[in-house]
């Protein structure tokens, strides 16, 4: 089945302790993409890689660092998490077709708490 | 810089009345169309898409939505809707290849 999967769902975790979510997906897609989702805001976008080891950031990546080391893995990094990182994130994927996206393939989410 | 706005943060309709929701993009060059939607709990999906061709374009569980260069609008529509509709639905234009930018969404409650 083609899909994207975030792992965890759901973490709980400390200020400044280092985190991964990892995202992957097995469409072989060159395009990735961070997503955080917060109430009122909507979706805002982290960072993106348009393909292996090529990184840009979004709207808001303060605090966060991303790699594309294989082309099916995405993982977020938060080095040192803060409270204002508390947010659902989702991973998502798609082709790029005669220069187009053909559109999203959405995770299922990762809801974080930084207590 | 590229923007986009849905109108309606949140709507409340009764079951077989009929939806229109708005979105409006900023122009900067060629831009593909898209509407999402998030179930309650779930992740986002697409609904359809517009690249190019006829302005009118259809796409799953019975919505359309009409591009209107002219308006920069691309509202979403649906004749009749029901309680499954239940959900937050997301525009997001894609500007010159590059990039999503997600509407702030709009909240449906549909009524059994």
């Known amino acids: 089945e083609a899909q994207v999967t975030q792992n965890p769902r759901y973490l709980i975790t400390v200020t400044g302790k280092k985190l991964t979510v990892t995202c992957s997906q097995n469409?072989?897609?060159?395009?990735m993409s961070w997503y955080r989702q917060d109430p009122g805001l909507g979706l805002r976008q982290i960072y993106y890689?348009?393909?292996?080891?090529?990184?840009d950031k979004g709207d808001v990546p303060e605090g966060y660092k991303v790699s594309r080391k294989e082309k099916r893995n995405f993982p977020l990094i938060l080095e040192s998490p803060s409270p204002n990182q508390t947010s659902l994130y989702f991973c998502?994927?798609?082709?790029?077709?005669?220069?187009?996206?053909?559109?999203?393939?959405f995770g299922s989410g990762t809801r974080l708490t930084v207590v | 810089a590229q923007s986009v706005s849905q109108h309606n943060h949140h709507v409340i309709l009764s079951e077989a009345a009929s939806l229109e929701l708005g979105c409006n993009y900023s122009?900067?060059?060629?831009?593909?169309l898209f509407w999402y939607v998030q179930y309650p709990g779930q992740h986002l999906q697409l609904l359809l898409k517009?690249?190019?061709?006829?302005?009118l374009v259809k796409g799953i569980k019975g919505f359309e939505a009409e591009f209107i260069k002219s308006k920069f609008s691309f509202n979403l529509r649906k004749p009749s809707v029901q309680w499954s509709d239940t959900a937050e639905y997301f525009c997001?234009?894609?500007?010159?290849?590059?990039?999503?930018?997600f509407g702030s969404g709009t909240k449906l409650n549909v009524k059994p």
């Open positions: 998502a994927s798609s082709f790029i077709t005669g220069g187009r996206f053909v559109g999203y393939t």
């Open positions: 469409m072989n897609h060159e395009y």
């Open positions: 890689s348009m393909n292996v080891e090529v990184t």
């Open positions: 122009y900067g060059g060629t831009v593909n």
């Open positions: 517009y690249f190019s061709g006829d302005p």
């Open positions: 997001a234009p894609s500007y010159n290849f590059n990039k999503f930018y």
